[in-house]
């Protein structure tokens, strides 16, 4: 087992990006579907995930799952209600979670309703419905609105959410999570030439292994469709290119580091989430 005395950015997590985007078809699946109303993050989580990624469409009260204008038959209680399941099943567990207010109104996203939600109405529903509702398992401070929490130990969090971060729409912290992340962050997530994406990836993972008690995320997802390649392509490759989880599997198998950060994947199969958490103490 991991110490308690870990910090969480000591630690090497393996993650999914976009977490339950399993609806839409190749321009917006970026992960195998494993079931609706959350049964995807559930199988997601048993297979070693800890570090999730839940984009939120606001829907007259309440939190809604969604990639762009594709509602993805889920929702934040959904979410919340397996998460919490896992954590009392496994209470020596963590989960890592980034939020991300998905809805920009824009031609292919969504439009929050009403669609003159604010930032301070994303965060008076999270904590009035949300943080309230499971209280019990959310790491607090990281849920605290009088301002991010210090970086934990592990030891203080087992059993609970991590709140990482919350983002705006068109980015932005909206104050709530850990203080350090994302830290260190790679996600260039229109670059879809395979060879360009795991040179950015490539140099946050050695940056991460130099920076061991430091914060770094690296996304390993890209996608450029309708008119390039999409998340399943940049993941197992395209036109005789090798995609990015080969390339990752790869890498990690040489040995050639000892620390990853928070890796973000699309469709990751078990060997390089087993890779990436045995990279841990």
Partial sequence: MVPDSTT?????????HDTLSIHGGSWYQTQEDHGDSGA?????????IR?????LHYLDGSFTIHHGSVYQ?????D?????????DAHPGQTILMHLHAECTGEIGSCTDVPSTVTNADRISLFESRYVAGYASHFYSPSVSTSGKAAMPTLGKVRGKIVLTDFEGPYGGDLGLGVSGFPGTIENDYSQCDLATKWSEIQANLVAAAAHPTGMYVTYTSA????FGADPSMMASGYLFGTGENLRLLTYLNSGAIAHAGVVMMDFP???PITDIIALNP
Avoid: H, K, M, Y
């Fill in 40 to 48: 995807t993050l559930t199988a997601q989580l048993n297979a070693g």
């Fill in 79 to 87: 979410v919340l209600t397996e998460a919490s399941a896992f954590l």
């Fill in 73 to 77: 038959n889920a929702n934040f209680d």
């Fill in 8 to 16: 969480l950015a000591a630690l090497s997590v393996p993650g999914t």
């Fill in 223 to 226: 996608n450029c469709a309708p």
């Fill in 269 to 271: 199969g078990w060997a």
């Fill in 51 to 55: 570090a999730i990624d839940i984009r």
